[in-house]
């Protein structure tokens, strides 16, 4: 069975680009994250999708950040315009029934 | 942002030593307390978790302790080894799957 694919792994753009990641969850898993993961620190949710409906987005910046989960599979996470403290892993993760959680290898992204 | 509350930040152990790690929580909703692991470059794996109807869950050389009263849960890692070299992070959930991580305690077993 195929994991939680990401992409792109590694990202480098400047400040003020848009930048969108990529994530493909575990085939029948209902329940997405989209978590940030800033160096030495544990992961941070931004979002939280449970089929195509986002049920948590309380810690998402909604004036920079967007994110869609089409037809409760795939889904993207867009920044625009990035900033330099956005550089961090942003790290994809999905669940059948909300416990045991399988994460992606995350999008490590640099602003300069 | 940050709802679990983990210790130490870092940890060195000799190889055959017990690691400990400890975790406590404020939300009293929380009914499900998981580690993972997290080797660098990779996304984290779960290693172990536990529900609060049990004070204590052993698989392998990995066991977690759970004190509800406290709000407290640890990990103990028997006889570590370097492979057991990695960031290890406390989380909690409750019936929303709101999944929360504690900051992360990197543990260094040297040979």
């Known amino acids: 069975e195929a994991g939680v694919v990401q992409s792109p792994r590694y990202k480098i753009i400047e400040k003020k680009q848009p930048v969108a990641f990529w994530c493909n969850p575990i085939s029948g898993h209902n329940t997405l994250y989209w978590y940030l993961q800033n160096l030495g620190q544990g992961p941070e949710l931004l979002i939280r999708y449970e089929n195509e409906e986002a049920v948590d987005d309380s810690q998402l910046p909604k004036d920079r950040f967007s994110a869609e989960r089409l037809k409760g599979v795939d889904s993207t996470l867009k920044i625009q315009p990035a900033e330099l403290g956005d550089s961090a892993v942003y790290l994809c993760?999905?669940?059948?029934?909300?416990?045991?959680?399988?994460f992606g290898e995350g999008s490590r992204l640099t602003v300069l | 942002q940050q709802q679990v509350k983990q210790s130490p930040q870092s940890l060195i152990v000799q190889k055959g030593g017990i690691s400990i790690i400890n975790c406590a929580y404020e939300n009293t909703a929380f009914d499900y307390f998981p580690w993972y692991q997290q080797f660098p470059g990779k996304g984290p794996a779960l290693l172990i978790a536990i529900r609060p109807d049990v004070s204590e869950k052993k698989e392998g050389r990995f066991t977690i302790s759970f004190n509800k009263s406290a709000k407290q849960f640890s990990l103990h890692i028997m006889d570590s080894q370097p492979g057991d070299s990695a960031t290890y992070f406390c989380a909690a959930s409750g019936s929303g799957n709101d999944m929360r991580f504690g900051a992360g305690t990197r543990l260094t077993v040297k040979p």
């Open positions: 993760a999905s669940s059948l029934r909300g416990r045991e959680l399988f």
